[in-house]
């Protein structure tokens, strides 16, 4: 028989080591196999959802529901018990047939039959000595629900060794355009998979697209280039449908020929393999596919004929010294910063808005602890507005401050305008200009719909945040739901490994992101108080419980901080 050794149960997480003595307090029957360990007495058998490919027939097992890893084989086997049945799995050098799965007491047990005759075994329960399953007498015992997914995920990883890597057309592909998710998909094995220094783009792409549809327009947009048109199928249809479908789970592979499509486009091989920074990838994605709708304008000045005083971007790159040292600040006080040291103004209302923290090296901020404003507010100061009429804008003093837009107006002129109707635009007239419009129109403006611009109207709501930490990347993201309610997910493409092999992604549950930035927000010696916790000398899980790490993780490792216009049409 194999030894206790090569048939251990599968690793868990860190999280959840406590749950491991369990099997090691529990003496095991003589007629016991070496490698018998129970399973936990608290587990249940959960099911992980099935693989359908489209969202019209979504069965409501985990989705809001958080599933803790010790109830789950962390091996990406399927723990549906009943299809386990007839299944073989292989013990050392012997394969045995599953026929059965039980539940004696609190253990859960599967049934097996060996494919030859053994020594010192019968076909009666170790725990209770019945006969729950008809086996052959001197060919069946019961083994742990554990042990056996656990040798099942040893086979698995040794087929795709054996086979190599997937080809595109051998993943799975969905082309039905799924929108974004409405309700979180939680536990291992859900997200993207990590592998090979793939963190920082894994992490990325969940910030994007799970629960969000402000970046869609990059997965439709005509391109101009076979192997950019490639890159684009490749993250739609076996990347952002799949991690939006019933599935939930993007396998390895998908990365890895994303990474391997994206090395081919830009004609840097580092993508395919090398660690590299998120916002290396968010450049490769503007420069190819000419997405770049943040642009800023120096204050008081009108696009020139051909733009050329205007700056364009997919994200907002901050600088601040911190010079006076201080031990912590908001995101949103950076920014504002940023744009008045240059000088610039947005000149647009941007869809979105990707923020990253100044850093003195891809893992060092300027500031110790940065709070991610939940909500920044795109006012006069920020937004530049220009008249399309005359190119007045609302900064100056001897320039007007209230401009409308009417759309009416606006589509009687748009073709003798120089203005891009791919860029969420302010279209708007001053009041001089609007009102000249209205006089020589006098007898159709009775339909026209005038508005008045209230920037204070126009707000970036935070979705999603991205950290690091040596050269690692999580993130944060926002799971909006209906009635304006919505949820925090934290994501780990890498949360734990199997056989030092296989990486474990994560999607979890985070019920006090909120309240960890009211804390932040209102307690003045809420960073100070941190600091001292991380002072002391311990390590940092004596120190910080799962929770406590996380919220460490979010003010201390954020780095990319993503923001969403609700009120521009981004589609």
């Known amino acids: 028989m194999a030894t206790s050794e090569a048939h251990r149960d599968a690793k868990k997480s860190p999280r959840n080591t406590g749950s491991s003595s369990n099997g090691n307090n529990l003496s095991p029957n003589p007629g016991v196999p070496s490698f018998y360990k129970p399973d936990n007495p608290s587990s249940n058998s959960s099911t992980i959802a099935s693989n359908d490919q489209t969202r019209s027939d979504r069965s409501n097992y985990n989705r ?78 019961y083994a742990s629900v554990n042990s056996v997914y656990n040798a099942l995920g040893q086979q698995q990883l040794e087929k795709e060794r054996l086979q190599g890597r997937k080809k595109i057309e051998q993943l799975v592909s969905i082309t039905d355009n799924l929108p974004p998710l409405d309700r979180p998909v ?32 990059l997965l439709h947009m005509e391109t101009d280039k076979n192997s950019i048109e490639k890159l684009q199928q490749l993250l739609r249809d076996n990347i952002v449908h799949v991690l939006r479908s019933n599935i939930g789970f993007v396998e390895r592979d998908a990365l890895y020929n994303l990474r391997a499509q994206l090395s081919e486009a830009t004609g840097d091989p580092s993508f ?23 642009k800023t304008i120096p204050p008081d000045q009108s696009p020139n004929p051909n733009a050329s005083n205007v700056t364009t971007n997919i994200m907002w790159e901050m600088f601040d010294a911190n010079p006076q040292n201080l031990l912590s600040t908001k995101i949103a006080s950076i920014f504002r910063n940023s744009l008045s040291e240059i000088p610039v103004k947005l ?36 937004v530049q507005l220009v008249c399309v009429k005359c190119g007045k804008t609302n900064h100056g003093q001897d320039q007007p401050h209230d401009f409308f837009s009417c759309d009416e107006c606006y589509s009687k002129e748009s073709s003798s305008l120089t203005i891009s109707t791919t860029d969420a635009k302010v279209l708007c007239y001053c009041r001089a ?8 129109r006098t007898h159709e403006i009775v339909n026209h ?12 709501n935070l979705f999603a945040v991205l950290c690091i930490e040596t050269s690692h990347y999580v993130a944060f993201v926002k799971c909006k739901q209906q009635s304006q309610r919505h949820e925090w997910l ?12 296989k990486n474990i992604p994560l999607v979890d549950r985070v019920p006090d992101f909120d309240r960890w930035i009211d804390d932040a927000e209102q307690d003045k010696y809420f960073f100070e108080d941190l600091d001292r916790v991380r002072s002391q000398a311990r390590p940092s899980s004596q120190k910080f419980d799962e929770n406590g790490m996380r919220q460490l993780r979010l003010f201390r490792d954020g780095a990319f901080f993503f923001y969403e216009n609700s009120s521009v049409n981004y589609q």
Do not use: W
Not at 369 to 380: A, C, S, V
């Open 186 to 217: 939680l536990g291992e094995n859900k997200g993207i998979e990590g592998d090979s220094n793939s963190c920082y783009m894994d992490a990325t792409i969940f910030c994007m697209f799970a629960y969000c549809n402000v970046f869609d327009s």
């Open 64 to 141: 809001g529901i958080s599933v803790n890893s010790s109830n789950q084989p962390t091996t990406g086997i399927n723990s549906n018990t009943d299809d386990m049945i007839g299944k073989t799995v292989q013990f050392g050098k012997d394969s045995y047939v599953i026929r059965g799965y039980i539940t004696c007491g609190e253990h859960q047990l599967f049934a097996l039959e060996c494919e030859r005759f053994i020594t010192g075994y019968s076909d009666l329960c170790p725990k209770c000595g019945k006969k729950h399953v008809e086996l052959h007498k001197n060919r069946g015992f």
């Open 490 to 501: 934290f994501f780990d493409s890498m949360s734990d490994r199997i056989h030092n092999e």
């Open 449 to 460: 719909t005038t508005r008045k611009i209230d920037m204070n109207k126009h707000k970036l």
């Open 272 to 294: 395919k393999e090398k660690e590299k920074d998120p916002s290396e990838f968010l450049r490769a994605l503007e420069e190819h596919f000419h997405y770049a709708p943040l």
């Open 433 to 440: 200009c609007l009102t000249k419009l209205h006089k020589d």
């Open 347 to 382: 000149a647009t209302i941007p869809p979105f808005l990707i923020l990253v923290a100044p850093r003195h090296t891809p893992s060092k901020r300027s500031y110790r602890y940065i709070i991610p404003d939940r909500q920044i507010i795109l006012d006069n100061d920020i």
